[in-house]
């Protein structure tokens, strides 16, 4: 049995504000024809604008949603509306689904069966050895047919090298200026330092085939307009350099390290080659997500914790204004998934290789298990003497009271919400918190009641 949603959790699954208004409106009893629940889907007819009822249904295991209606938000009004109604147990459970819910699940699990299937084969084609090719023996050793083969895959080969160090030179060239213009803003001091000069510097490097860096310098711009931005500027230009340092003696540097600094810089790591490599399976609690505007991109950071491995994961997805984002994570609830990490020297980024079904396990609605606060800034300084330009980490703290400005000693980021519902849900006694920590300070994501149910900030 699914553990119930609270109204927050749901109303947190809304695309935008218009939709949780919407939303609101349909989570009446009588708007609905017929609807049920077998435990873990749910389903129901909701009068529409025509004369045939949308058909609804809510997959909990995932979530995963369907609607007949043409909204193209994700989910729609009327899956929100009957999960609300379910958050408020008003939806009578039933033996058995009706047969067009019954095909849409049917569906998903062949989809996800060939998913499975696929993300086998690539981890298996990735751990098979490479076959032993024998040597010629002589001139005329091979048949033409059989020579026109290697030739080409060697082309091949040769061609892809090749393509890679013209890359790799090209970016080097990029960040050795980057270096040089970098030690020119210190000489000249940080007044000196203009808008203009950030834009034309992070073009030159994107030209040079360096974009994670450009992304670094574009966002220089954001930390002028802040009122500490002289130690905020230091603070940026010494992890810019660093990592300009870093690319250029990558050869020096321990495999995982260099593998940071090459993702750091701007090469590409394939979504393929994450799922080919080893997966951790777990009970994932999700702790919180958030959302932010980038480059004409929504994305959204989902923050996880494993139950045994205590293992942090990192899920991001990304949608233009308008399409709707991942609504697979639920806050507040626990998965049982295997997760592939992305290579590096403080694994965070991950994918979901794969979500099992399985019973609830004892206490499976718990919160996540905490630490101290003491003992969550080691874990994070661990994580910045492996990756330095880490950029935020996701705690759990246990036992902190929580104030206007800060939370257990540590300061609120600038930017996070007012704390009042934190404070509200604390009532001046301890309570566990899952937060995000940044450089700038702590973002509060989720907080738990007396009764354990996770309240999001």
Known sequence: MIERWSRDQVLALAPDAPSRKAAQGVAAAGKWSSRGTTGSVLYGECAGSGSTPYLACVDLTEPAYRCSCPSRKFPCKH?????????????????????????????????AARSAARAETSRDTAA??????????????????????????????????????VRQARVGAGLAELERWLADQIRQGLASSAEHDWDGLAKRLIDAQAPGVAGLVSRLTQ????????????????????????YRRRAELPAPLAETV?????????RE???????????????????????????????????????????????????ALDASLVTGTTIDADLAFYPGAAPLRALVAARH??????????????????EALEEVARVLADDPWTESWPVVLAGVVPGRTAVGGLPLHPRARDPWRLIAVSGGRPVTLAAEW???????????????TAVLL
């Open 79 to 111: 899956a929100l509306g009957l999960l609300l109604l379910w958050s408020a147990d008003d939806v009578p459970a039933e033996e058995a689904a009706p047969q067009w819910v019954t095909e849409w699940l049917d569906g998903r699990a062949e989809r």
């Open 357 to 374: 079904d399985t019973d609830p396990l004892p206490g499976e609605g718990a919160p996540p298990a905490g630490v101290p606060v003491g």
């Open 223 to 246: 930390v002028r307009a802040e009122d500490d931005w002289p130690g905020r500027f230091l603070e940026e230009y010494a992890l810019i350099n660093l990592l300009a340092v870093a």
């Open 438 to 452: 940044t450089p700038q300070g702590l973002r509060p994501l989720t907080t738990y009641d007396d009764e354990g």
């Open 262 to 270: 090459r993702i750091r810089t701007g090469f590409p790591v394939t």
């Open 273 to 323: 080659e994450v799922l080919a490599g080893p997966a951790v399976r777990d009970h994932w609690h999700v702790l919180g997500r958030r959302d932010d505007e980038h480059d004409r991109l929504t994305a959204r950071r989902v923050w996880l914790k494993g139950r045994a491995t205590g293992r942090v994961a990192l899920i991001l997805s990304f949608a233009p204004p308008g399409q």
């Open 128 to 165: 098979a050895p490479a076959p032993a090719t024998a040597p010629a023996t002589g001139p005329g050793a091979g048949t033409a047919a059989g020579a026109g083969t290697g030739a080409g895959t060697g082309a091949g080969a040769a061609g892809a090298g090749k393509a890679e160090t």
